[in-house]
């Protein structure tokens, strides 16, 4: 890097807190020094851009090697970038664009600080942090805390390795673990802060275990109908830990561990058999409640294991399809001609009665936003609950 290179670079991260500072993300003086100082483009030297096309999602990989001024100032933009799709292919050696699911990325720097702001930590706070991804997180947070206050945890050894040169290269040590961090960091705990940077379905037992009374986890639950939550929880002396949902509409990848089962072939086409001959009814809800933020999140707590998938059969038109696969269970939503849609189901679970006997009960509260849930965990039994008129509405989401 050139010393203008370098000029630029510092430039453009005084633009990039001014941006967040006016977004709202950012707001205490520490962060804003830490965001002024910390070199992000260290920490993404290759990464894919989002290009959409006929044929789909694709992944424009951009590098400092083929376009050093467009990639200094795409590196400082509060965007995510994504750097690894279907958990191998990385923009190295890459020069046309690619189809793919993002496995790793550096997260919207916007979304990073707010978090750390909801971290709330101090001097001498010690975090573990879950999903180092390129590094810069970790960074942010070695800036603020030192070193040696700082550990993080990739499963991935490749996207470790990475980090850890990044890292190395801004001139920091962090503890950097290569494993699943749903195990968390048993040999240097208790931390008083955990930060996932991958989501969950379960907060691990573990988690708990390493937090020390009175600590706090920030993780975002999640699902496989996609809905997101962002929740701080504070561990109590017992060892179980209680929160709150906060507001905003933040989603991260699922942790790997917990990822979606695949939907084998055979257990598709059993399951597209089962429900052409299962009794057909009106849907009360439609499955466009996806597309709203709580809603999702609502139609995820009342069918939990259920993971959405849309077909379209013989040029028909587009089918949403629920299936849970341990269950044994599915439900298909077709839509009619005149409007509305038509439900089916087979298997144990009725997993659309589910989905709408949850959004009832949340519709009848008034839809209050996430914001208003709460979230409780052993590391056992999680319960996420709001209160309408004083009275818990409960789902139970044990593992
Ligand atoms: C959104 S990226 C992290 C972004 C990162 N904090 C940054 O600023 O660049 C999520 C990361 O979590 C990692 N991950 C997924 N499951 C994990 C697990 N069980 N333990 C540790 N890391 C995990 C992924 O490999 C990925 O690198």
């Known amino acids: ?44 030297p290759e990464f894919f851009r989002r290009a959409d096309s006929d044929r789909g999602t694709l992944w424009e990989p951009v590098s400092r090697e083929h376009e050093l001024d467009r990639w200094l100032d795409l590196a400082y933009r509060n965007e995510t970038w994504v750097t690894q799709l279907d958990g191998h292919l990385t923009p190295h050696d890459l020069t046309e664009p690619v189809s793919g ?44 805390l030192g070193d040696d206050h700082v550990t993080s945890v990739e499963v991935d050894p490749d996207v470790a390795a990475g980090a850890a040169a990044a890292l190395r ?65 504070e561990v109590a002396d017992d060892g179980t ?35 052409a001959g299962a009794e057909p009814r009106p849907a009360v809800i439609e499955p466009d409640i996806r597309a709203d933020w709580t809603g999702a999140f609502v139609a995820q707590l009342g ?13 028909g038109p587009w089918v949403d399809y629920f299936v849970d696969v341990d269950a044994g269970s599915a439900a298909s939503l077709t839509p009619e001609p005149g409007g509305g849609w038509t439900v089916r189901q087979t298997g144990p679970a009725r997993l659309w009665d589910d989905v709408e006997t949850a959004v009832v009960r949340w519709r009848e509260a008034g839809s209050p936003p996430q914001e208003r849930f709460r979230i409780r965990t052993d590391g056992h039994t999680q319960t996420v609950w709001f209160l309408s008129g004083g009275k818990p509405v409960t789902w139970d989401l044990s593992a």
């Open 1 to 44: 890097m050139t010393n203008d290179t370098n000029a630029q670079a510092a430039a453009l991260r005084h633009i990039l807190a001014d941006e967040l500072e006016r977004s709202g993300d950012l707001y205490s003086p520490q962060w804003r020094r830490v965001v002024e100082r910390v070199p992000r483009h260290l920490f993404v």
């Open 101 to 144: 699911n993002p496995t790793s990325s550096s997260t919207l720097p916007g979304l990073v600080v707010e978090m750390l702001e909801y971290l709330a930590v101090d001097d001498g706070t010690r975090v573990l942090e879950i999903g180092t991804g390129t590094g810069y997180s970790t960074a942010l947070m070695c800036d603020r």
């Open 169 to 233: 290269r801004a001139g920091l040590s962090p503890n950097l673990v290569i494993g699943d961090g749903l195990l968390g960091d048993p040999q240097n705990a208790p931390y008083d802060r955990v930060i996932a940077t991958c989501s969950v379905r379960h907060i691990p037992r573990a988690w708990l275990d390493q937090t020390r009374p009175g600590g706090r986890i920030l993780v975002t639950v999640a699902g496989w109908l996609h809905g997101y939550g962002l929740a701080v929880l």
């Open 241 to 275: 830990a209680e929160g709150r949902f906060l507001p905003g509409t933040i989603s991260f990848m699922i942790a790997r561990p917990q990822a979606a089962p695949p939907v084998g072939d055979e257990h598709w086409t059993g399951t597209i058999e089962a429900l």
């Open 303 to 315: 069918a939990p294991g259920a993971q959405w998938k849309a077909r379209r059969v013989d040029g």
